[in-house]
């Protein structure tokens, strides 16, 4: 029996057991849409296309299976550009479909038309121009594996409107082959070998983990390598909740404003085990300095990752869980008692910190997120906007749990928060979702607020409200004479009007007394959105702060007088 | 600065070239040559690509080209471990008085006329890069008017033993 392309596609996605997909109709994506209007799979309308793929996006961070998307041609394509990019950079899986004119008019400039294979070329895992009806069941099966398996990423299918209205037989196949595509799972006995032999024979080790554990569920496998070895222990932003961070082995986050004992360990360490991170830069800081004594292991399922910014000299490519039971099996004793007694000593000693207010009535944004730790328990899935609200997410949270911290670590990307919040939460409806925003941030998808609303997320909207894009502020005051050029936004609307409007809670806190009872109140809310505008201090600053390109030495601690 | 000679063996299929392309040029690089060609298995296309840059980055570029989904395998041709042939076709200023000169100049490089016209000689000439730069040296002084080459194909040479 023959069936429609548009059928095909949404057969196919019953056959990957797609529950949500988030999307925006148009006009050469009407025959799919057709087809989704009875299909069992739950369709979460986004007010913007960005909001569905970043949506999309939270939901696979959360849950570790794929996000599915679906667009029009043009306009909502484009629209789904800084998602893709976002995912590609943090190697999340996403099944991308989008629309594109018919096969006939390719080339045309028709309506609505773009060259959306051209233009994700670079930022995604793979692409596809579905051209011929009977390719089109094997290409999604191809999409699925490709996005899901080895490093994962977005994969962009492209299918053109005559291509869904066109009618063939549906087989999904099975199995799936590429010969040019195999990715290394089992790592090199003999490396991994080499690799506990040099972790045995090292006095100062350090373990420097990142997402690439979360992605491949390896969490265990870490927590099983630290209690067998003792060896202390730091995470990348997007590495945070893989071993957790309220054990005494933790340092916490490392880079640019990373823990002072987690960069000074680093920096100090004989051997760097890297597993599942790749020396991005606002880790490493000015490379040639980053770890003048220390030989490094790095284990990654992206052989491009090794030896890219530092050279190693035990890579092991593979799988992180994989590779890390394996060593479990391996490793033998090592005897670091000095080191980590020294380490612990930094770490008491230089703990992250703030200074409270002038005004007793002051509001930090450290003591909001701090507040929000603690009154729930450290149990939330926590999502973040991109700057200061992120950095002080990453440090005065603390994260015990793997895919309990959502973030855009790699692009950077402002308006992720609300979005991957609602993924979230619809991958994760038992657990408490937290938005940590800046007042900046939080505008750039403010829209898919009534999304939240009419699905009844409980999700707290928790806006570190400073009247400025803060981060940037920041670096004005540190590095650029203080020229605020365009980082003042107070002429903002109000997040209480603006909440109510969308059918949320709006509640403002404008003192440090009112913070608990306001993150209480919300918390006790499950059938709508919250927004909780807390107006902190403007000039807060993150720190600590390893400036771009500098080292470690020169760290900035606190403000200077 | 070095010259790095990669051999493509990709999946024949459309946008495989801009996916590799994109890789040199998002880093700032100019492919010097570039040959696209079938292979002798219908499915698999041969790309040969000449590029000058930082070995480190292009070691990565390397990396990254393994990665691509249609790309099939990547290998670094060394001058000594490969036989390397390109074609050039050069066009010349030839008034009758140099035909003869031009045309044993010709001979000596293995070259041959590929057209004639009044006042312009056609060559064209194949080999190694080696021999056609200095072809192209060595008539230089009778004016070139246009040049062009194919780009660089290389097969690697089986090891005796």
Redesign the interface.
Known sequence: MKIKGAQIIVESLIKENVEYMFGYPGGVVIPIFHEIFNAPIKFILSRHEQGAIHAADGYARASGRPGVVLATSGPGATNLITGIATAHLDSVPLVVFTGQVSRDMIGNDAFQEVDI??IT??IS??NY?VQDIKDLATIIKEAFY?ATTGRPGPVVIDVPVDISNSMHKFEYPEKIS????KPTYEGHPGQIKKACRLIESSKRPIIYSGGGVIISDASEELREFVKLTGIPITTTLLGMGAFPETDPLSLEMLGMHGTYYANTAVHESDLLIAVGARFDDRVTGKINDFIPDAKVIHIDI???SV??NVMVDVPIVGDCKKILAAMNKEIKPVKIDEWVKKIKKLKKENPLSYTEGKDENDIKPQYVVEQLYKLTKGDAIITTEVGQNQMWAAQFYKYTQPRSFISSGGLGTMGFGLPAAIGAQFARPDKKVIDIAGDGSIQMNVQELIVAAQHKLPIIIAILNNGFLGMVRQWQQLFWEKRYSHTCINFAPDFVKLAEAYGCVGIRVTKKDEVADAIKKALKINDKPIIIDFNVCREENVYPMVPAGKTIKETIMRELA | MIKRIFSIKVENRFGVLARVAGLFSARGYNIDSLAVSKTEHDDISVMTVVVNGDDRILEQVKKQLNKLIDVIKVSDHAPQSSVQRELALVKLNCPPAKRGEIIQLAEIFGAEVADLACKSITISINGDPEKIEKFIELSAPYGIKESMRTGLVSIQRDKEK
């Open positions: 294979t051209g070329r670079p895992k793979h121009l490709i590429i010969r040019s595509y992206d052989p491009a030896s890219k």
